[in-house]
């Protein structure tokens, strides 16, 4: 089993930035991303970053939004810049293993204010 914890979430005015941090308890996964769910809304992939260091991005969040991973700490991370209202949800973390294992963190609330 692996356990994944989130960090960094709060609130920020509009224009503001946060970095979301996600701790893997152990190693060996192709893809680290970030998921989001607003209130009333479908979860929804923010960003996702494979074992080469590719990324993909969420069309509302290019340009704004950085993930990226180091593998020797089993971390993920989110930097957030420019936020909007919009971006108000509750993020979560999601790896998948080497086996195609899906694993999701407890999620961290993210308020972003106008």
């Known amino acids: 089993q692996v356990q994944l914890v989130e960090s960094g979430g709060g609130l920020v005015q509009a224009g503001g930035s946060l970095r979301l941090s996600c701790a893997a308890s152990?190693?060996?996964?192709?893809?680290m991303g970030w998921y989001r769910q607003a209130p009333g809304k479908q979860r929804e992939l923010v960003a996702v970053?494979?074992?080469?260091?590719?990324?993909t991005y969420a069309d509302s969040v290019k340009g704004r939004f950085t993930i990226s991973r180091d593998n020797a700490k089993n971390m993920v991370y989110l930097q957030m810049n420019n936020l909007k209202p919009e971006d108000t949800a509750v993020y979560y973390c999601?790896?998948?293993?080497?086996?195609?294992?899906?694993?999701w963190g407890q999620g961290t609330q993210v308020t972003v204010s106008s």
């Open positions: 999601n790896v998948v293993s080497l086996y195609s294992q899906i694993y």
């Open positions: 970053i494979n074992s080469g260091g590719s990324a």
């Open positions: 152990r190693s060996i996964f192709s893809n």
